[in-house]
């Protein structure tokens, strides 16, 4: 009997695996409009409209550790996660499903906690929790979230829509939520066999909260919708800037320059990469779970963008033989590469 040949999941990397996964299905509904290969799936709801759906999990021991990560703040990125993934659309989410796998370690009052989290960043975007599943785990607590929106088929961005000589905009800052995950790391190992331990977090508010409470950018989609501007690919940063660029780049048959000293990067970024002797830039490129939106827009827009506020241009669209590279500011071209998971 022949055996199969036996390929790890590290050869290929997380977005080649899903690639291949994904390439042996082809819509049969006409309603689906847009199946896999986009931060969500787009659904037809009459001529006009269409309904936006997306799904993330989040494991415990890979995505969180409760260790350190209070159950309201993970709640709360939960659903952060989620719609993130339409407002990357260019939508509005409206509601989320929570689905729970949890083991017997946690009380009700853990669980009590993780859903007051919920409920808070519901709140503040106005999203209805509309229902879910809960089960049991023998591996830790399991969260899945589904995201729905809507949104006419014609304000829908795609990963696909990147022009040549768009400008590629960012929202926010980049690396700070690497940096918070690294410092809460730090203070697990220093502290890791002190009684009554006392981690040292002064000063750094704002780094943890950029990792353990991420906003979702709702404030940005709803800016261009009243400045009319609709941009032309669009995607949220969870990959990390160098990954999530070149997802954009791959939709859209395109190269990309984005330049090293426009990629806004906070003060506390830069101050913890130096005290734990990181590079804020690999920070910036590599870390993901910024949660903020990279999107390309017609040059001629330049100005409309800037009057916004809280956006940078980063850089520009290129022609597909061109690849996507950093430039240094000597003029130095570095390669982008994705990251993914690698295991």
């Keep these: 009997m022949t055996q199969k040949n036996r390929t790890e999941i590290s050869e290929l990397g997380e977005f080649a695996l899903i690639d291949r996964l994904n390439s042996r299905f082809s819509p049969q509904q006409p309603s689906t409009l847009k199946a896999a290969g986009d931060d969500a799936a787009v659904i037809a709801l009459d001529d006009d409209n269409a309904l936006l759906v997306s799904a993330d999990t989040l494991f415990e021991g890979v995505d969180f550790d409760l260790t350190y990560f209070p159950l309201k703040h993970?709640?709360?990125?939960?659903?952060?996660?989620?719609?993130?993934?339409?407002?990357?659309?260019?939508?509005?989410?409206?509601?989320?499903?929570?689905?729970?796998?949890?083991?017997?370690?946690?009380?009700?009052?853990?669980?009590?906690?993780?859903?007051?989290?919920?409920?808070?960043?519901?709140?503040?975007?106005?999203?209805?929790?509309?229902?879910?599943?809960?089960?049991?785990?023998?591996?830790?607590?399991?969260?899945?979230?589904?995201?729905?929106?809507?949104?006419?088929?014609?304000?829908?961005?795609?990963?696909?829509?990147?022009?040549?000589?768009?400008?590629?905009?960012?929202?926010?800052?980049?690396?700070?939520?690497?940096m918070g995950l690294h410092l809460l790391e730090r203070e697990k190992r220093v502290l890791k066999d002190i009684q009554n331990p006392q981690p040292q977090f002064e000063g750094h508010e704002y780094l943890l909260q950029k990792y353990l409470k991420p906003r979702a950018r709702k404030d940005v989609v709803e800016s261009l919708a009243e400045e009319k501007l609709l941009p032309t690919a669009m995607t949220d940063i969870s990959d990390g800037l160098a990954s999530d660029l070149m997802q954009i780049c791959k939709a859209s048959c395109c190269g990309a320059r984005i330049y090293l000293e426009r990629i806004p990067i906070a003060r506390q970024t830069h101050e913890m990469a130096e005290e734990l002797h990181n590079d804020p830039v690999v920070a910036a490129l590599n870390g993901g779970e910024d949660h903020e939106l990279l999107f390309t827009v017609p040059l001629a827009l330049r100005d409309k963008i800037a009057d916004i506020g809280g956006i940078d241009i980063i850089g520009h669209i290129t022609e597909p033989e061109r690849g996507a590279a950093l430039i240094t500011p000597d003029g130095s071209e570095i390669k982008l590469k994705a990251q993914g998971f690698k295991e």
Excluded: W
């Excluded at 990125?77 to 083991?103: E, H, W």
């Excluded at 017997?104 to 229902?131: F, H, Q, S, W």
């Excluded at 304000?155 to 700070?176: E, F, M, P, V, W």
């Design 74 to 178: 993970l709640g709360y990125k939960a659903v952060t996660v989620g719609v993130s993934d339409i407002l990357a659309m260019n939508a509005l989410p409206q509601q989320i499903l929570i689905s729970l796998g949890v083991s017997a370690k946690l009380p009700v009052e853990a669980l009590d906690d993780l859903y007051e989290g919920i409920r808070t960043a519901c709140t503040e975007l106005g999203v209805d929790l509309a229902g879910g599943d809960t089960s049991a785990s023998f591996t830790g607590l399991t969260i899945g979230i589904t995201a729905i929106g809507r949104a006419p088929k014609n304000q829908i961005t795609y990963r696909s829509g990147a022009k040549l000589h768009d400008l590629i905009c960012i929202t926010g800052n980049l690396g700070a939520a690497y």
